[in-house]
């Protein structure tokens, strides 16, 4: 990949988010409805976010994964993100994650988001299967990824330790053929 890929949808832009971000991402990343899902605590400063920011290039850098930032078109500012980890080419998956800034929820921007994400996975990374892990008290999350196509096949107990504690999450998949739009 030369340059970072910028996916346009109706009302969004999803491109590479920069450490000038960092404050527009400490908004929704120390909320902690937002993060509770995520096997995070909430972040404290905007020099935290710097870390995550980090991670995003690092991923990029070792070929596992692609982050975008979120931003409304008629705004610019970062409100969330979405974008592959655990890329396995070899095995032609990648597992989806996503998460958005409170203020945004129900309005339909992570779906707008998520689906545009999931075509680029599987027409320019050539992907088959795309995964999301989600806990069980992850409504929202489940029912965005069902939207979208997702089957859910299982539970992985204790499959994560984040915070502390032991996670089990759904896995949920989306095979190529699964969609009609491609």
């Not at 991402?25 to 935290?48: A, R």
């Not at 996975?121 to 999350?141: D, H, K, T, V, W």
């Not at 330790?161 to 969609?179: R, V």
Request: charged residues 30%.
């Amino acid at each position: 990949m030369d340059r970072f890929p910028i996916i346009e949808t109706e009302r969004l832009i999803l491109k590479e988010v920069s450490f000038e971000d960092a404050n527009d991402m400490f908004k929704y990343l120390s909320d902690k409805d937002v993060v509770k899902h995520m096997g995070l605590e909430p972040y404290e400063s905007p020099d935290d976010v710097l870390g995550e920011i980090r991670w995003y290039k690092s991923i990029l850098e070792e070929g596992t994964g692609i982050r975008w930032g979120i931003t409304q078109k008629n705004s610019g500012a970062v409100i969330g993100s979405c974008g592959f980890l655990n890329m396995r080419p070899r095995h032609y998956r990648a597992e989806v994650g996503f998460e958005l800034s409170k203020s945004y929820w129900g309005q339909g921007i992570a779906g707008e988001a998520l689906k545009a994400v999931i075509k680029f996975g599987f027409q320019y990374f050539e992907l088959e299967r795309i995964e999301a892990l989600i806990e069980p008290a992850n409504l929202s999350s489940q029912r965005l990824v069902e939207k979208q196509g997702f089957k859910r096949e299982g539970l992985l107990r204790h499959y994560e330790y984040t915070c502390g504690k032991f996670d089990d999450l759904y896995m949920y998949s989306i095979i190529k053929g699964d969609l009609k739009l491609i």
